[in-house]
Nanobody
Framework: QVQLVESGGGLVQPGRSLRLSCKAS?????????IGWYRQAPGKQRELVAS???????NYADSVKGRFTISRDNTKNTGYLQMNSLKPEDTAVYYC????????WGQGTQVTVSS
C-alpha cells in the first residue's frame, strides 16, 4: 500500500517562506513517478501549483512562477515545494500527488499566509 505524508505547512507572514515535503512509502519505484503539488482554497477548485517529471522537467502555475520551486530526492522517496515570497492568496490546503500507472494523494497540509 502506497502512502504519501505531507509536512511543512503552517502559518506564515506575507513575504516569508515555507518548504513542504511529501514522503512516499510503500512498494513503488518513486523515481519514475510524476510529482504534483496542488492546492485548494476555501470555495475554490483544486488547482495544480507545480509538477516535476521523472527527468526533472518542471512546470508551474503562472501565479507561482518565480516564487515556488518544486524538487525531488529519489533517494529519500520525497518531493518538495519551496515557497518563497508568500502572499495571502497562497493560503490553501496543499496536496501532494504522485502518478504513473496509478495516482496517489496525500492528506493535505494547511498553509496560511497572514499578518
Amino acid at each position: 500500500q502506497v502512502q504519501l505524508v505531507e509536512s511543512g505547512g503552517g502559518l506564515v507572514q506575507p513575504g516569508r517562506s515555507l518548504r513542504l515535503s511529501c514522503k512516499a512509502s510503500g512498494s513503488i519505484t518513486f523515481q519514475f513517478y510524476v510529482i504534483g503539488w496542488y492546492r485548494q482554497a476555501p470555495g475554490k477548485q483544486r488547482e495544480l501549483v507545480a509538477s516535476i517529471q521523472s527527468d526533472d522537467t518542471t512546470n508551474y502555475a503562472d501565479s507561482v512562477k518565480g516564487r515556488f520551486t518544486i524538487s525531488r530526492d529519489n533517494t529519500k522517496n520525497t518531493g518538495y515545494l519551496q515557497m518563497n515570497s508568500l502572499k495571502p492568496e497562497d493560503t490553501a490546503v496543499y496536496y501532494c500527488n504522485i502518478r504513473r500507472f496509478r495516482e496517489y494523494w496525500g492528506q493535505g497540509t494547511q498553509v496560511t499566509v497572514s499578518s
